[in-house]
């Protein structure tokens, strides 16, 4: 018997893959919406540590 409420989210970033698994609510409405939240949150926060990244390397080229 499968486990029911079992997600992967996955995303590929610069050639790494990042993956994720979530036991999440067995509720079919519930689990859809919950994943998909789950996948936004994953991007804005790898997009927000890119930005980051780019603004700490514009700030030391300010610096030079």
Known sequence: EKPVGIV??????KNKNIVKKFNLFPKRDL??????????NMLRLLLFKWF????LVLIKQ???
């Open 8 to 13: 992967y989210i996955a995303i590929k970033y």
């Open 52 to 55: 980051l990244q780019k603004r």
């Open 31 to 40: 689990h859809r919406e919950i994943a998909s939240n789950v996948a936004l």
């Open 62 to 64: 300010l610096e030079l």
